[in-house]
């Protein structure tokens, strides 16, 4: 993987309607990257419900994307929640991605810093994520720009 450096500024913001054919590759790379493809990808319904709630203000679901020279390289999807534990929101970094050809080179890491900017404007004292135990190249991003906490994810499927 070359770490050479992007030519041009890359621009962190948020998604806007007319990123959907740009940011949809993204998406299901992503996607891809976690099993999600082919027999089992995601239901349409349920890309085209997520792309929705980054557009409908009583929803706090967010999404940013990275930009540069007209191409989206990366994408974030966020959201506030409630906690029992403080009275401002909490913010929780769903998802992250970058294209292939835009790894190395310090896109996550804008990315996350943009959820880092937009949760303090927000008043949250508190982003987290969750990732997967192998996903050992973004832990090594990971373990720079934030602490791990201890904590082990447990879930039930229904």
């Known amino acids: 993987m070359s770490s050479a450096p992007l030519i041009g500024q890359v621009t962190i913001r948020n998604v806007t309607r007319d990123d959907h054919r740009r940011w949809l590759p993204l998406w299901d790379g992503y996607n891809a990257f976690y099993g999600r493809s082919g027999a089992t990808a995601l239901a349409a319904d349920i890309t085209a419900m997520t792309w929705a709630r980054f557009f409908d203000a009583y929803e706090p679901v967010h999404a940013l994307v990275a930009e540069q020279d007209g191409h989206l390289l990366g994408l974030t999807h966020y959201l506030f929640h409630r906690s029992t534990t403080s009275i401002e929101p909490t913010c929780y970094l769903q998802d992250l991605f970058t294209s292939e050809a835009a790894r190395g080179k310090g896109i996550g890491r804008a ?22 135990e192998t996903n050992r190249t973004a832990m090594q991003l990971y373990d720079k720009v934030a602490d791990r906490s201890g904590f082990v994810v447990y879930r039930k499927l229904f």
């Open 111 to 132: 990315l996350i810093n943009g959820v880092y900017e937009r949760a303090r404007l927000a008043g949250s004292s508190r982003v987290y994520w969750q990732t997967h």
